[in-house]
């Protein structure tokens, strides 16, 4: 019985985490629709992630978990706190969007998307690779997080030079510089997420040597 309960509740808690993931994801998708199609019309996400910290700190008092399962709810924990402050910076987005509607288009907002789409796959990747413990996984995630840098900086010289063109885009560029630095803090969360995994999989952090990932071996 006391296994069982134990089991059902990381379970629980898994599937909170993934229901949040979802909610984040969802969240990019629509701050960029809004950015794109210039739409006039997080609490959620807020709830989910106070439930998610409750039910870790069950876990840990209940039951005082060692070895894997410990690192699988301290992982848990981290991954709840990256998606929280995602949520917060896809509003941040969102804002932005709202702020622009009547503004003048501008040609960089074509690889915006772009970045958007990259940074949702890895928010998906990263949670997909928590759940199946699966490292190649998270490292595909750190790798995509060098291609948003790269086409973060494309984008922004593209906006620096359409400023330079025409005084009128400065007001618009400025926000728009400021959408893909948003997108790349949220690259840098799924990152977290992704070194986080690597954590609970192999027991080692790899925050500051990535090169642990394909050195050391699980424990």
């Known amino acids: 019985m006391y296994v069982r309960k134990f089991g059902e509740g990381l379970e629980h808690l898994k599937n909170k985490l993934l229901e949040m993931s979802s909610l984040v994801e969802t969240g990019i998708q629509r701050s960029i629709d809004a950015l794109v199609h210039k739409d006039r019309g997080e609490a959620r996400i807020n709830a989910i992630e106070l439930e998610i910290d409750g ?6 008092a209940l039951h005082q978990p060692m070895a894997t399962n410990l690192r699988f709810i301290i ?13 917060d910076l896809s509003l941040k987005i969102a804002h932005s969007a709202r702020s622009l ?3 003048p288009a501008i040609t960089p907002i074509v ?3 772009q970045i958007a789409s990259l940074v949702q796959s890895m928010v998906r990747k990263s949670l997909d690779a928590f759940v199946a413990r699966d490292v190649d996984l998270a490292r595909n995630v750190l790798a995509s997080d060098d291609a948003v840098d790269r086409l973060r900086t494309v984008c922004d010289q593209q906006l620096v030079g359409s400023m330079e063109e025409n005084s009128v885009n400065i007001g618009p560029a400025l926000r728009l510089l400021d959408v893909t630095r948003t997108l790349e803090r949220l690259a840098d969360h799924a990152t977290n997420i992704a070194e986080s995994v690597v954590f609970y999989a192999k027991g080692i952090d790899v925050r500051h040597h990535l090169e642990g990932i394909e050195s050391a071996e699980p424990r």
């Open 55 to 60: 039910l870790a700190i069950d876990l840990l």
């Open 75 to 87: 992982t848990a924990l981290k991954i709840n706190t990256n998606l929280e402050r995602m949520g």
């Open 101 to 103: 509607i009547d503004a």
């Open 111 to 113: 690889d915006i998307p």
